[in-house]
């Protein structure tokens, strides 16, 4: 990472002090503007990208970055990086590994990704993450084009100056001697009441502190075709069914926090033809990409048509916004950072308009209908 010791020696150090004294808070008005990025103008960027030379690192990699909003981060929303990447037959990328995770979507061709030593195959429309700090490659031994979105919180990391990556690392991540199970033999690594304590409150030790529970976190590979069988399954639910037609692509590893990283949720869902959602909101922001079918979204008043191939910000965050299919079934893959607000507890969904909104996670949600409807 640079060395930013010198910096102070440019700029005054002083602090400031903002009064905010009988001062409302800002409302959350200027909110992103929803963009559908046209399948033509992906496929021209990844047409140049091919056309480029093989750079060192291996990777040809574009950014597609919120036209409004750009700065550190180049993200289609606030904390969502999205990055167009293409290697072609024979190549393979060189190693890497960041404090950033990634969900990964092949969206053209096929190849084997390599996650900490672990080789798997992967064909169009399969999905994966790359946790934090796993050293990891791409390699193309096929005959085809292969081209990946990747998804990714390096927008939020890199907003707070703290991205940290290393090219073609040499040396094994330092894994801790003590696990979890260490609290039995250090009676110091451990939590305890407070003595006043009249609601659950606790103290924590430094050494428990500095070694918390561990929990590891896997690289999994979501398989299109399995993925595809179960969701067809739901187009039986009907028009009268009042929820969303998808799965969650679920990361054990993320618990209540519901993610396929620690940061995102990827979705893949199923819209029958002719299906219009209600009209909701949430805190979390959403970008789709849709790689069957037609349709439009409805965003903060405004329609935004919408096709195969086209990506979306289709839900900057508590943007009022629903969907509508076309006459065909569409396929999408969704990626929201809900488990990152669930963790901040922050997650307020409306899902009704004419009620107040709720407070994912720490307050209990809603129930569809499915059981009327089954």
Request: glycine share 6%; net charge negative.
């Amino acid at each position: 990472m640079p060395d930013n010791s010198d910096r102070s020696e440019s700029f005054d150090t002083s602090a400031r002090f903002v009064d905010h004294t009988d001062t409302p808070w800002p409302q959350l008005d200027d909110l992103w503007d929803p963009i559908v990025i046209p399948k033509e103008e992906i496929d021209a960027e990844i047409e140049r990208l091919a056309s480029l030379p093989r750079p060192a690192n291996g990777r040809r990699r574009s950014f597609i970055v919120h036209p409004r909003h750009t700065g550190p981060g180049n993200g289609l929303a606030p904390g969502i990086q999205v990055a167009i990447e293409v290697l072609l037959p024979g190549e393979e990328t060189q190693p890497i590994r960041h404090n950033s995770s990634q969900v990964v979507f092949c969206i053209e061709g096929a190849g084997t990704a390599v996650v900490d030593g672990r080789k798997r195959p992967f064909d169009t429309y399969d999905v994966w993450n790359t946790p934090s700090m796993s050293t990891y490659q791409h390699a193309n031994d096929t005959s085809q084009r292969q081209v990946r979105l990747v998804y990714s919180n390096a927008a939020l990391l890199e907003k707070l100056n703290v991205h940290y990556v290393e090219e073609n690392p040499t040396e094994a991540l330092t894994l801790t001697l003590e696990r979890d199970d260490d609290s039995q033999s250090n009676p110091f690594a451990q939590s305890m009441p407070l003595a006043s304590a009249q609601n659950g409150e606790m103290l924590m030790s430094y050494e428990r502190l500095i070694n918390p529970t561990v929990q590891e976190s896997p690289s999994l590979m979501w398989q299109w075709e399995a993925v595809k069988a179960e969701l067809d399954r739901l187009a039986a639910l009907g028009s009268k069914y009042r929820g969303r037609r998808l799965y969650l692509l679920f990361n054990p590893a993320t618990g209540r926090t519901n993610g396929t990283t620690h940061n995102f949720f990827a979705t893949m869902t199923l819209r029958p033809a002719n299906i219009v959602d209600r009209p909701h909101r949430h805190i979390a922001a959403a970008v789709n990409y849709y790689f069957s079918g037609q349709g439009h979204s409805t965003v903060a008043g405004k329609r935004y048509p919408w096709k195969a191939g086209d990506l979306m910000l289709s839900a900057p965050g508590w943007a009022i916004h629903n969907h509508a299919s076309g006459d065909e079934p569409v396929y999408e893959l969704t990626i929201q950072d809900s488990p990152f607000h669930l963790s901040m507890d922050s997650l307020l969904w409306q899902e009704q308009l004419k009620s107040p909104p709720i407070l994912i996670g720490s307050n209990p949600g809603w129930q569809t209908n499915r059981d009327q409807v089954s």
